[in-house]
T-cell receptor, first 113, second 112 residues
């Protein structure tokens, strides 16, 4: 089965601090994604990538940067964390774009105080 | 306006009952629909996909798709307490970036 792991699983950060969330996949997938989920709601796309060393903006990229140093790894960076970025963050991967299933990691619960 | 709308927001059904969940897109560029299930504190897992008009059945789960009205529905028969979860409808827009757009979900509770 497809394997996507995330670290840390939970984090408490202070407002204005820098936060880095990491994602690793062993699926040999080209596409990787970062989503955020607010309590009881659907997922919104922040950034995605289809090749190493390249990232693309999703629907809500403001306040977030992404980095894809290799096919397996994809990071989400919050340079100046804000209260409004408190959420659960999910990483996902897929073989290709379009009608291909996305496999999600276990999520990172981020609390910004 | 959200491009993928789900209804109802929450649904309570008795164990053994039928649960019916709805999803509609407001964007005519939608081509592919998925249903994901997310148990509390867990990640979303793909439940079923449907890309063509008609019906698709897998065990107790049936999905319908009407592309003309951009409407899909998920029906769960003989509902079990383990079916209690957030059900997310997602769609791909075939124009542009091929992003997966999620609805806000239907929270299903199956009462024993």
């Amino acid at each position: 089965e497809a394997a996507v792991t995330q670290s840390p699983r939970s984090k408490v950060a202070v407002t204005g601090g820098k936060v880095t969330l990491s994602c690793h996949q062993t699926n040999n997938h080209d596409y990787m994604y970062w989503y955020r989920q607010d309590t009881g709601h659907g997922l919104r796309l922040i950034h995605y990538s289809y090749v190493a060393d390249s990232t693309e903006k999703g629907d809500i990229p403001d306040g977030y940067k992404a980095s894809r140093p290799s096919q397996e790894n994809f990071s989400l960076i919050l340079e100046l964390a804000s209260l409004s970025q408190t959420a659960v963050y999910f990483c996902a991967s897929s073989e290709n774009r379009g009608p291909y299933e996305q496999y999600f990691g276990p999520g990172t619960r981020l609390t910004v105080l | 306006q959200q491009k993928v709308q789900q209804s109802p927001e929450s649904l309570i059904v008795p164990e053994g009952g039928m649960a019916s969940l709805n999803c509609t897109s407001s964007d005519r560029n939608v081509d592919y629909f998925w249903w994901y299930r997310q148990h509390s504190g867990k990640s979303p897992k793909m439940l079923m996909s449907i890309f063509s008009n008609g019906e698709k059945e897998e065990g107790r789960f049936t999905v319908h798709l009407n592309k003309a009205s951009l409407h899909t529905s998920l029906h769960i028969r003989d509902s079990q307490p383990s079916d209690s979860a957030l059900y997310l409808c997602a769609a791909i827009l075939s124009s542009g970036s091929w992003q997966l757009i999620f609805g806000s979900g239907t929270q299903l509770t199956v009462m024993p």
